[in-house]
């Protein structure tokens, strides 16, 4: 998530770049430009676990709307035009530039395109877990509105932190008029994924049933999103601690270029395991004598409770 202004990034530099005078250059560049590669094989990285996962919902989700499945493609379009854009920041940095202080007044087009693409995705990632959170409180004006009013705040503080990084003069005056402002936008950040975290794992528990494979398959979904909500949330909080503590160096860039897609993997781990737990409700059960509930609904000729189960399950977790 695309949380960090242009000028407070650009101050972060100059500062680094006049550390090799006054301290050993080793440690200098450790900080700065190892903090940029490091951050740019993670971002890599995850990049291929998202192109993977975005693969492997195209093979299983055939039942998804087209609507859907283009908001899928285009989250890994911009995860990829991301990942291209941070890969050219940081050899514009660390080769074409090396050592130009100069060259930090006028920032890089790709540092400030990766940071629009960023925040582009987020706020689509983000959009889509409200519409989730919709479907399981049953159009539940409330609990959504928070979440929503949350995720808007972040994708405004955003567009703030953008075009002021785009407007002169640079990094010099952004720390007297918003100084407040990046931290801001990165606790509200942290808010708005917690909580849509928190808010799924609890509608989640309200939908269990007296049917107990059913109530297996909630606990884990309830699980899942608990977990990859909680390293999204932790991915931020590492963010907000490493930029308050380490202003002058590039350790937070690391957690910067990798916390958007962190939260685009959450969502797509997320649509592939539908299919695993459909398997898993459909799977009988060996050595189990069935339930008072699975007999009185065959002593009246109802649909076995799975099915309709599965299709409350499929409606809670399907696309646009």
């Not at 995860?79 to 060259?103: E, K, P, Q, R």
């Not at 509930?293 to 099915?307: E, L």
């Amino acid at each position: 998530m695309e949380i960090i202004s242009l000028p407070f990034f650009l101050h972060a530099l100059y500062m680094a770049s006049l550390t090799p005078r006054l301290s050993s250059p080793s440690l200098a560049l450790g900080d700065t430009y190892g903090s940029l590669l490091i951050g740019n094989i993670l971002a890599a990285w995850l990049y291929g676990f998202s192109t993977l996962q975005t693969y492997i919902y195209y093979d299983r989700s055939r039942g998804d709307s087209l609507i859907f499945k283009g908001l899928v493609g285009t989250l890994w379009t911009l995860d990829t035009l991301h990942t291209i854009l941070i890969s050219h920041v940081v050899y514009t940095f660390a080769i074409t530039d090396y050592g130009n202080v100069l060259s930090l007044v006028k920032p890089e087009w790709s540092f400030i395109a990766q940071g629009v693409v960023s925040s582009i995705g987020d706020a689509i990632v983000r959009g889509v877990f409200c519409y989730r959170i919709w479907t399981l409180s049953h159009s539940n004006l409330v609990i959504t509105g928070l979440n929503v009013v949350c995720s808007v705040a972040v994708l405004c503080q955003d567009i703030i932190l953008w075009v002021h990084g785009i407007s002169p003069p640079p990094y010099l005056s952004f720390d007297i008029v918003y100084p407040w402002l990046p931290y801001s936008t990165l606790a509200t950040s942290l808010v708005a994924d917690a909580l849509i975290a928190a808010t799924m794992a609890l509608l989640l528990a309200r939908s269990q049933s007296h049917f107990r494979k059913i109530n297996n398959v909630v606990r884990t979904l309830i699980m899942h999103r608990v977990s990859t909500g909680a390293i999204a949330a932790l991915w931020v909080l590492a963010f907000l601690i490493t930029y308050a503590a380490l202003p002058k160096s590039f350790v937070f860039v690391a957690f910067k270029f990798t916390a958007s897609k962190l939260l685009l993997n959450s969502l797509l781990a997320m649509l592939n395991s539908r299919h695993l737990l459909r398997e898993q409700l459909l799977a009988p059960e060996a050595n189990v004598l069935p339930s008072a509930a699975d007999t009185r609904f065959k002593s009246v000729g109802a649909r076995n409770p799975n099915d309709s189960e599965i299709m409350t399950l499929e409606s809670h977790h399907q696309g646009l």
